[in-house]
């Protein structure tokens, strides 16, 4: 009896480590968006075959081994084996529940200090309840006598010190129900929509670009309409769903919808459930090349909202998009007046921008606070579609003048020590990136610092682009500090090309440890720039 409560007990230890333990597991798989072969790439990079878990898992063998002893030795007459099998139990016992303990509390940890915390939720809840009936079944099933009862202890044991098995095999069994739940929620949506027939649908995607163009669109809208957008970053077909689901009003005359992509066919699944009547394509170039492959295949995801709108807004800065957009009803904008809508008289400031935009042979006057070239074309894209919507040059032109940055995104603040802050965590393009740099530059007189841990998901681009962006922080920065020793190794190499002081340039392993760098290099002549800001999955 002793024996099956000393199982008992220790099978439940483990079951309930096992599922505390897939913590960190869980926030890589929904950083990585639920694809397990994303998933699978990030776990390649961090060693899933660690010293400790490995010896975690020679501990745990120590304990089966010390059952098998146990149940051969029970009722011999020579009780020196019993003895030894208690006394070996019990040493194994306490060091591998020790063990488990540790492996389920580090990725808590972890989570804490991390830059993009596990977000509970309900798929990540059912996924917990998942993990959890599983390892108590587990449990359950090693309190059989004999060898399968072991069996299912050494299963238990796997799934507790190599935690990635446990995350696949909660994904395998999760899969179904989750397709299950979401379309149900994405006919819901759908019904929502087509019983709004008034409603005006606006979808805005681009490789670059989007959230800033939505944002800005919907304070510029907010001047006469009532408008509902997709919050944050909720760019993906379950994000539409719960925005209209959730978020849309009855009294909403306007939706502004952003359509992020990953791969071919992302934005024809959100179109066909908002069905937007006009588009806004803001950028086409290099990003999730690791998922499109070429650029080609990016440009053609992104004209899946032309192919479905009626009307589209195009950037004819953009080449790739200038070469495609004669085909359909299009609207183009830029900072050309061969455009039907464009930016004229621009100058740029350290605080802004002041320019003017022609609309109809109408020149409306613009100032504003945002930062960067990019944002005067965001802005000019908002113009446009305003104007389109009804509302008059005066509402625009003060609606301008009252937008605030977009959260990480060329944001600027007051930072340690009297310093100011570029706060640009959320770009990640090559384009953008540069520009950010050459903002930073526009501060004379002040000390310019760069903290950057490089672009990400370029494909076999990506050590050029990055290269790229070392060659633009040689230039206008003071002093650099990179983040992540392999990472930053395009960066590095860029900067060792030219006259840059070496002595300006820290590689640190983590954005804690950069924060730590700035307490002592800014002052209140400082100015530093947070660019790319990636989480966890990528820095290493």
Known sequence: M????????FALILAICATVGVTRQFQMLQQNSYFASRYFGWLKLNRPFSFGRVFSLLLGGGVIASCILFERSFGDADHSRYVTAIIL?????????LAAYACAAAPIKQNRRSIKPLVCTAR??????????????????????????????AVLLILCFLPWTLTFIVLGITKPIEKLIAKKYINEAKRILKNRPSLTTVGVTGSYGKTGTKFILKGLLEEGLNVTATPGSFNTPMGVVRTVREHLRPETEVFICEMGAKKKGDIKEICDIA??????????????????????????????LADSANEVFLNYDNEIIRARGAKYNTTSYGTTPDCDVYAEDISYGSFGADFAVVCDDERIPISTRLLGKHNVL????????????????KAISYAVSRLSPTEHRLELKNFINGSLMIDDAYNANPEGSVEAVNVLGSFDGRKKILVTPGLVELGDKEYEYNYNLGLAAAEKCDIIILVGQNRSIPLRDAINTTDFNKDNIFVVSSFAEAMERLRVLTDKNTVTLIENDLPDNYLN
């Open 2 to 9: 002793e024996y099956l409560i000393f199982k008992a007990v």
């Open 89 to 97: 139990g019990s040493v194994f016992t306490v060091l591998s529940l």
């Open 124 to 153: 990540v809840k059912r996924m917990y309840v998942t993990a959890a009936v599983l390892c108590l079944t587990l449990g359950a099933a090693s309190l059989v006598e004999g060898a399968a009862g072991l069996v299912f202890l």
């Open 275 to 304: 069905a937007p009547q006009i588009g806004v394509i803001t950028s086409v170039g290099p990003q999730h090349l690791d998922t499109f492959g070429s650029v080609e295949t990016v440009a053609d995801t992104k004209f899946e």
């Open 378 to 393: 965001n802005i000019t894209a908002g113009v446009a579609v305003a104007k389109r919507l009804g509302l008059s040059s």
